[in-house]
């Protein structure tokens, strides 16, 4: 009895999953298979093989040196998201100080806020500041962006890490900064990863402030290099879906890493509020 | 070594980001930035490589190529606009022309023309009255370099194998389709436009059957519910589920081209002349060719106006003498003939004499013949962007379904362009 029941429960499982699969991995095996097989086959299948929509976006495109930008903007956005949300994470998490509640309903608030309702106001700032056709802007603005959401998790994290634990690190003679690098940070590695991979992969797809606030042909990412096998009068799906490729392997291989500190990560900072 | 890892990366990333922010100089040139505002792997060579002829003649002039995508170049622009950092040179088209002089980026180029012996009348002029009708002031504020021209992309083997000619008149049209539309091999004989882009489409197959020659009467009302319309919208909404794929009530460029260029199940796919390289990229010259815009029964021939390209020099720019000489440089014969060629499109200087494509021939006939129609488009309208993709599109979906009549929908359809003709007359001085 038990068994027919556990065999019941494991097809309720496996198949809503394997549907959700199915619809998840369609597009992508859709992607595959256009930037694999020659330019106008209709096989369903990428055979024979061809790597010339690669060669057409990596090399004729300039996908070479997108790439190159948007690795070094993804790697700074989590660089500083990270440092900034873990210092104003902490110190949400153990100080108390007036207005801290309309603090994080604030932050909440920029949720609410599409980035392409700031891009005018950014952009006059990043002017102001010389940052206009850089890649700091897009840094900047990432960070900014992002800090919220990295904030309230780091901050639940922390919460979470008994405050007894430091205590005791400074009756040992540790400073609180000893004490928060040697006892805290440790334990903050799934957050980390977590707050890191978001920063990463949201600064890696994020195409409009790439478009708006770069003019240098050189400085664009690859986002915006895909946008161009989308033109007015020609689409060219081979390049497009071989383009796709490419911008989706950083993003496949973060998630492929992290993926169990991400859960951990996500549902520990999600405890206390 | 291993605790050094995120202090290196944050030193390797600020100075590798610092290094991308700094200006690498361009050796006491002058350096101007033209942006290219449909760029993709099809146009930004040809760009590029008259850039660099550009710089061959004019070697104190260094032109930074900015390539930005066609779907977002009117934001962009207009963010540029707004907070500073306009390009010194741009391809601007008449559709968003009205749009650009409205905010008065551009500089006008009429008096640069004149006295230019190379330039002045050499401009086919029915695409220098298009220009000038979009604007207010009637000034010129592109240098016109090209136009397109409504085209119907057919299978030539499909065409061959049943015995059939490409069709002359709507009537021959409507049979050709007809008979290329077998349901039981997956087969169509024509593709509709009912997703993102339908309305122009939709009103060339209208104005083309009916023959009706002007888009507002004397008086500034709107014909497009012309009882005339109305009968030629009925047959071509008709097509729907007939002669087309049910999936087409939500067409737009990339599905239409995806259905007829990589599926193989459409016959004929109704489009404009930039469309050529996906055909013959992904068919061959072998089994894709076209046919112009067929006459109507009653024998005239009635074409829309297309969008005329061209290029435009902003007023913010600071070295407005090396971008005018860019601009000119673009629209002169050589010039406009290579990238005409290169990009499908009908070049506008009339002395370009390169030998052009049978499709752009067979345009440049329809559009150079005495007895062809040019329906003026209203693209002066600033209305008429919004009127046509905001409201339009999915009333000529409830069209398509059967959820509203064509005479409904053309009266609606009307009622606000005859409207939005009226606000423009007033606010211009009754012009």
Redesign the interface.
């Known amino acids: 009895m038990s068994g027919r029941r556990s065999r019941v429960s494991r097809w309720q499982i496996y198949v809503p999953l394997a549907l959700y699969l199915l619809f998840t991995l369609v597009p992508f095996y859709w992607m595959l298979v256009f930037a694999f097989r020659p330019?106008?086959s209709?096989a369903v299948f990428p055979w024979p093989v061809t790597f010339e929509h690669f060669a057409?976006v990596w090399n004729?495109?300039g996908f070479a040196v997108f790439f190159r930008?948007s690795l070094?903007?993804g790697?700074?956005s989590l660089?500083t998201t990270t440092v900034v949300a873990l210092a104003g994470g902490y110190a949400l998490a153990r100080y108390a100080f007036r207005g801290k509640g309309a603090f994080m309903v604030g932050m909440l608030c920029t949720q609410f806020i599409p980035g392409a309702l700031m891009?005018?106001p950014l952009?006059?700032i990043f002017?102001t500041l010389g940052?206009?056709?850089?890649?700091?802007s897009l840094?900047v603005a990432e960070t900014v962006f992002q800090l919220p959401l990295s904030l309230i998790l780091i901050s639940g994290f922390i919460r979470n890490i008994p405050y007894e634990l430091e205590q005791a690190a400074w009756v040992d003679g540790c400073s609180r900064l000893r004490g928060f690098l040697a006892i805290v940070l440790p334990l903050l590695r799934p957050a980390l990863v977590a707050v890191g991979s978001f920063a990463f992969i949201h600064s890696w797809n994020n195409f409009l402030f790439a478009?708006?606030f770069i003019?240098?042909?050189?400085?664009f990412t690859v986002p915006?290099g895909l946008?161009?096998?989308?033109?007015?009068?020609?689409?060219?799906?081979g390049?497009l879906a071989a383009g796709g490729v490419v911008a989706a392997l950083p993003v496949v291989v973060v998630f492929a890493f992290i993926q169990r500190y991400l859960v951990q990560g996500m549902s520990a900072g999600a405890v206390k509020g | 070594m291993r605790r050094h890892g995120p202090m290196a990366a944050v030193v390797l990333a600020a100075a590798v980001l610092a290094g991308c922010g700094s200006d690498a100089g361009s050796g006491g040139k002058t350096e101007i930035t033209f942006w290219d505002t449909n760029a993709g792997p099809a146009r930004t060579p040809v760009w590029q490589h008259a850039i660099a002829e550009f710089e061959k003649a004019n070697p104190t002039i260094k032109v930074n190529y900015v390539g930005v995508p066609i779907a977002q170049s009117a934001q962009k622009i207009d963010t540029a606009i707004a907070g500073g950092g306009v390009p010194d040179v741009a391809d601007v088209s008449t559709s968003g022309l009205a749009n650009l002089v409205a905010q008065k980026a551009l500089e006008p180029v009429d008096e640069r023309i004149a006295r230019n012996p190379a330039l002045n009348g050499k401009f086919n002029e029915a695409l220098l009255t298009t220009v000038k009708n979009v604007v207010p002031d009637g000034k010129m504020y592109i240098y016109p370099t090209s136009t397109n021209a409504g085209a119907f992309w057919y299978r030539k083997d499909w065409f061959k194998d049943a015995g059939l000619e490409p069709p002359k008149t709507w009537s021959e049209f409507f049979a050709t389709v007809d008979k290329l539309t077998k349901p039981g091999e997956n087969r169509f004989g024509f593709t509709i436009r009912g997703g993102s882009g339908s309305i122009a489409q939709m009103l060339e197959v209208v104005y083309g059957q009916s023959g009706v020659t002007e888009f507002f009467d004397a008086a500034g009302k709107a014909t497009l519910n012309d009882p005339r319309n109305v009968t030629a919208l009925e047959k071509y909404a008709g097509l729907y589920k007939k002669n087309t794929p049910e999936g087409d009530l939500q067409n737009d460029y990339v599905k239409m081209v995806a259905q007829f260029d990589t599926a193989g199940s459409i016959a004929i796919m109704q489009h404009n002349l930039g469309s050529y390289q996906d055909h013959m990229k992904a068919l061959g010259p072998g089994k894709v060719a076209s046919f112009s815009v067929p006459r109507s029964d009653s024998g005239t021939q009635s074409v829309l106006s297309n969008p005329v390209g061209g290029v435009g020099v902003f007023s913010a720019g600071e070295n407005k003498e090396a971008a005018f000489k860019l601009a000119e440089f673009f629209a002169s014969k050589d010039m406009d003939g290579y990238i005409s060629k290169e990009t499908g499109v009908i070049p506008a200087n009339t002395d370009v004499t390169d030998k052009m494509p049978d499709h752009i021939v067979e345009a440049q006939r329809v559009l150079n013949d005495p007895a062809t129609k040019v329906v003026q488009m209203p693209y002066h309208l600033p209305e008429f962007n919004e009127i046509t993709k905001t409201w339009a599109e999915p009333q000529f979906q409830k069209v398509l379904l059967g959820q509203l009549s064509a005479k409904d929908f053309l009266d609606q359809f009307a009622a606000k362009l005859t409207e939005a003709q009226a606000g423009y007359k007033q606010r211009n001085g009754g012009s």
């Open positions: 330019a106008g209709t057409t004729g495109m930008n070094m903007v790697v700074a660089i891009i005018i952009f006059e002017r940052l206009t056709n850089s890649l700091w840094v478009l708006m003019n240098d042909q050189e400085k915006v946008a161009y096998n989308l033109g007015e009068n020609s689409v060219d799906f390049a």
